[in-house]
């Protein structure tokens, strides 16, 4: 099995040698569970206006929505970063996400779980996260 692990790293380690930081923001409802997948970090407080938030919002209307955002860092050969693309997300993030990838891919922020919850667009709570509610679900 580790040598399965080194493997994936080594598919997945950056092309151009930089560290690449992403997001992972876990959304769970009774009906569904879903992920997005930003490059970079994103503030909690702007999660509530990513376009496919809002899909899942509307798909779960009366429902409690729990989001839960993770910025993670898959190092490179220096010390410089970069966002990663969509397309290196969807490599990096398998079935065994992120215990598969030993210290290589490390938690940058992460305030939950569950930073906050959600119902109709109130915020019911909010553990650690200041969200902006202006947005009307």
Not at 97 to 114: E, M, T, W
Request: hydrophobic share 35%; charged share 30%.
């Amino acid at each position: 099995m580790l040598k399965k692990a080194e493997k994936e790293r080594g598919s997945y380690y950056p092309e151009d040698g930089m560290s690449v930081i992403f997001t992972v923001i876990m959304l769970s409802s009774k009906k569904m569970i879903s992920e997005i997948y930003i490059g970079g970090c994103i503030d909690s407080a702007d999660i509530v206006n990513l376009p496919d938030f809002q899909r899942f919002a509307e798909k779960c209307k009366g429902e409690i929505i729990e989001v839960d955002n993770c910025a993670y860092q898959l190092d490179g050969e220096d010390y410089h970063t970069r966002k990663a693309t969509k397309d290196e997300i969807r490599r990096i993030v398998g079935a065994d996400f992120p215990y598969n990838y030993g210290v290589k891919l490390y938690p940058v922020s992460h305030a939950g779980p569950d930073q906050f919850k959600l119902k109709e667009g109130v915020l019911l709570d909010t553990g650690y996260s200041q969200v902006d509610l202006s947005m009307n679900l």
